[in-house]
RNA sequence: CGGGGCGUAGCGCAGCCUGGUAGCGCACCUGGUUUGGGACCAGGGGGUCGAAGGUUCGAAUCCUUUCGCCCCGACCA
């Protein structure tokens, strides 16, 4: 490809509400331009790396006996009230109407479709395993899109869906895609982690993010020093808490503690560690029919974890209870505690099962308990609610555990049998009794790698690809775009390299060294190649755009040399 | 969804407070000089000032409504 033929519209400046480096350099170095709020287009050479991502997608998943198939981005609503996920999804979820009135939506992930698929078709265990994939778009109405292509509203994903006649078939295939997906990621060149995950509102049991580490990302991800744990901070475990600090012996009693509302008032009153006491976080939970207070108990030196606690009480979002809302619920902001209360939905954390001489509020306004233990609660009550932090200790292997940022790339699903159940989805197994498909979903987030390539890997200047996902993997840069010699030599040359197929640029605009090095720089395209001034003396120079190192090299060894680069 | 900000040339902005019919930098076009780090000189094109309504002799500027975009938070399969 001639530079001067390319359209790939380059600016010295950024948009100003470009705050991301990918942002700012995809849209800077004419990959991508926005149209609107979270929508974006692929413009050339934007169009380029997306494709040389895909490709490395779908090579991989066709390995695996995967088989790719495209469905419609718009579904009828019908598939999804058969699911129950019209209207557990919410907002995001963008519904629309066509002339005849009839309901649809913009399809934001596709298992309803995908059951629609294989159901009344598949019939026999014999037809089992089954995986279909496809890399189309999607669409989500984001709350908030930002961040260039790694929130936007329409996207690109790969999600791969499997059936199966058990869970054992579907837990192969799930280690299946696990190993898939490492190499993908690894041939993509990126630093990733596999975490244990909250499957969130798609539902199943286990369920690993793929994310890539990142000063930006989105999500914060805890990873064992010591050991190969690692989870997202909404699944992360760990081991419980201790403390050196003595426990505080006392007798149960009530005791007046006028105005004390927090955890920082009464332990400093009692002279009392923070562990030892109990600190409640009140909540409104919504679901479907109804709202409702729910009151979640953490040590007084922990914090409660949101989506642990919309898990325990199994609602469909959380927000926080107003003043009004927590007294009309009978309950006493700053004194509420689990001794005694009644008429409210309340959970326990784990850690606090069995312990002692704790003190907690008393349901009662200026009352604390002290000398509390832990021990007729029912069982149900207890679930994990702690947000695990920095330093606290792996449940694995004791080490210690750090807190870093994420982006999440990939992310696969146990589905079991939810969907096949709710849409009446069944094949006839071994003793010809009709039985709902186990499944299993498997996403990658393909556009959204586009800018995690660029966030993973940049500098002051600009991008920097490597080859195995760079828009042309080689520019020659003529210094003098006026100079025969430098002229006749770069054509030799891109013509040798172009026939042989490899993706190189010319950049044969009649711009000053200094521009078409600053685009060089800005692309980021793996290496450049300068033909300048030193031709006559019978050299040329190689850049690595990585380093930004220039070697001199004999100008009839240039080819074998970038050959060797480039292989 | 709550709080805030911004819409003036392709991009980045000034002008608005105190109304008088629009300007700067970059980009673009023509000619010339230049050619190893985003050149220089000369000339030139391009904006119904987001939209609608109102006040006024007169509105980018004041008022009302509306649309869009962005930031912080909530949210985020």
């Given at each position: 490809?001639k530079f001067s033929?390319?359209?790939a519209p380059?600016?010295?400046d ?6 991301l480096p990918?942002?700012?350099y995809?849209v800077r170095g004419?990959f991508i331009?926005?149209?609107g ?10 169009k380029?790396?997306?494709d ?9 998943m066709?390995?695996?006996?995967a088989?790719?198939i495209q ?13 129950g ?8 979820l963008?519904?629309f109407?066509?002339?005849k ?7 934001p992930t596709h298992e309803e ?8 078709r ?15 778009t999607?669409f989500r109405?984001?709350?908030?899109p930002?961040f260039?292509l ?5 996207f690109?994903?790969?999600?791969g ?8 078939s579907m ?6 895609m ?5 190499k993908?990621?690894t ?5 990733f ?9 798609i539902?199943?049991?286990g369920s690993?993010?793929f994310?890539?580490?990142a000063?930006?990302g ?16 909404e ?11 003595q426990?505080?012996e006392a007798?149960?009693?009530k005791f ?17 560690d923070?562990?030892?006491s109990i600190k ?5 939970a919504?679901?479907?029919d109804?709202e409702e207070?729910v009151?979640?108990f953490v040590?007084g030196d ?6 642990k606690?919309?898990n325990?009480?199994?609602?469909l979002d ?25 008429n409210?939905r ?5 850690e606090l099962?069995e312990a002692?001489?704790l003190?907690c509020g008393?349901?009662e306004?200026d009352?604390?308990f002290v000398g509390?233990?832990m021990?007729?609660?029912?069982e149900?009550?207890?679930k ?5 932090r920095?330093d ?9 555990l750090?807190v ?10 146990q589905?079991g049998?939810?969907?096949?159940k ?5 094949f006839?197994d071994?003793?010809g009794?009709a039985q709902?498909f186990?499944?299993g ?7 959204r790698?586009v800018?995690?390539m660029?966030e993973?890997?940049h500098?002051d200047?600009g991008?920097i690809?490597n080859?195995?996902?760079?828009p ?7 210094s003098?775009?006026?100079?025969d ?8 040359l891109?013509t ?5 197929g490899v993706n190189?640029l010319w950049d ?13 720089e800005l692309?980021?395209?793996?290496y450049?190649?300068?033909v300048g001034?030193?031709?006559?003396e019978?050299?040329?120079?190689i ?20 050959k060797?680069?480039?292989?």
């Open positions: 490809m033929k390319l359209y380059t600016t010295k950024a948009p100003k509400d470009a705050t990918s942002h700012q995809l004419g331009s926005q149209v709020s979270g929508l974006y287009n692929f413009l050339p050479m934007g380029i790396v997306f040389k991502i895909k490709n490395v997608v779908k090579e991989e066709d390995k695996t006996g088989q790719e469905m419609d981005v718009v579904t009828p609503a019908e598939l999804w009230k058969q699911s996920r019209y209207d557990v999804f919410g907002k995001e963008c519904r109407k066509d002339r009135e009839n309901e649809f939506v913009l399809g479709v995908v059951v629609d698929i294989v159901r009344n598949i019939n026999s265990y014999k037809q089992l395993p089954l995986h279909l994939y496809q890399i189309t999607k109405d984001e709350a908030r930002r260039g790694l929130r936007g509203r329409e690109t994903m790969k999600d869906y499997s059936f199966h006649e058990d869970e054992a837990k192969e295939e799930f280690a299946v696990e190993k898939t997906y490492t993908i990621f041939r993509l060149g990126l630093d982690r596999a975490v244990e995950a909250d499957s969130g509102a539902g199943g049991s690993k993010e994310m890539v580490l000063q930006n989105e999500d914060d991800i805890v990873v064992c020093q010591n050991c190969a744990y690692a989870a997202n901070v699944a992360a475990k760990r081991a419980p808490k201790t403390t050196a600090v426990a505080p007798n149960f009693g007046k503690t006028p105005d004390m509302k927090t955890i920082d008032d009464v332990s400093a009153f009692f002279k009392v923070p562990f030892y409640a976080v009140v909540k409104k919504i679901y479907v109804k207070v009151v979640f040590r922990d914090e409660l974890q949101e989506t606690a919309q325990a009480c199994g609602a959380l927000v926080d209870a107003s003043l009004e809302e927590v007294e009309k619920a009978g309950l006493y902001a700053g004194f509420i505690g689990p001794v005694g209360l009644e409210v309340f959970y326990i954390d784990l099962k002692k001489n003190i008393a349901n306004v009352y604390h509390v233990s021990f007729n609660f029912k149900e009550r207890y994990d609610l702690v947000s695990v920095a606290d200790r792996c449940a694995c292997c004791g080490g210690t750090h870093t940022k994420g982006i999440e790339v990939g992310h696969i699903f589905l049998q939810k969907y096949a709710a849409m009446g989805a069944t006839l071994k003793n009794k709902p186990y499944m979903c498997y996403g990658i987030g393909v556009s790698l800018a995690v660029i993973a890997s500098d200047k991008c690809w080859t195995q996902t760079a042309y993997v080689l520019d020659m840069i003529v003098n775009s006026k100079d010699a430098q002229n006749a030599f770069a054509e030799a891109y040798k390299l172009h026939d042989e190189v044969d605009r009649s711009e000053r060294f200094g521009f078409k090095m600053k685009d060089f692309i980021g395209f793996p450049a190649l300068i001034k030193e031709l006559e019978g050299f040329v120079e850049v690595e755009r990585k380093t930004l190192d220039k070697t001199v090299v004999k100008k009839e060894d240039a080819y074998a040399k970038l060797e680069l480039l292989a």
